[in-house]
Nanobody, 129 residues
Framework: QVQLKETGGGLVQAGGSLRLKCAAS????????MGWYRQRPGKEREFVAS????????HYADSMKGRFTLSRDNAANTVYLQMNSLKPEDTAMYYC??????????????????????WGQGTQVTVSS
């Protein structure tokens, strides 16, 4: 069973920075993508950022563009989320998500490929005003 270990959350003042880290516990799988979601108090979980593992292309939610940067360490199956210019509205539980390929490469052209998702336990980010 794949486990995701998230670290780096904490309390920071508005305008400050934090760096989140998410590491997968094993490498016996093929990663499709890896990224972060967040859940703010009273809100539904929302997408923050992700990175396509095959080519390194990153995707961001509009409200995070220019402030958050997602990077990876391929060999360590790890992603980092650098969060700058934090705002009180960024206060949330941040969850790491890993999507892995389920189908072997030779049958993906026929099946379109299927994915399995794994979630971390979350790390709290609190931004004070």
């Amino acid at each position: 069973q794949v486990q995701l270990k998230e670290t780096g959350g904490g309390l920071v003042q508005a305008g400050g920075s934090l760096r989140l880290k998410c590491a997968a516990s094993e490498s016996t799988f093929e990663i499709y993508d890896m990224g972060w979601y967040r859940q703010r108090p009273g809100k539904e979980r929302e997408f923050v950022a992700s990175i396509d593992w095959s080519n390194g292309i990153t995707h961001y939610a509009d409200s995070m563009k220019g402030r958050f940067t997602l990077s990876r360490d391929n060999a360590a199956n790890t992603v980092y989320l650098q969060m700058n210019s934090l705002k009180p509205e960024d206060t949330a539980m941040y969850y790491c998500k890993l999507n892995v390929e389920v189908d072997p490469p030779h049958i993906r052209p026929m099946t379109g490929g299927s994915k399995r998702a794994y979630w971390g336990q979350g790390t709290q980010v609190t931004v004070s005003s």
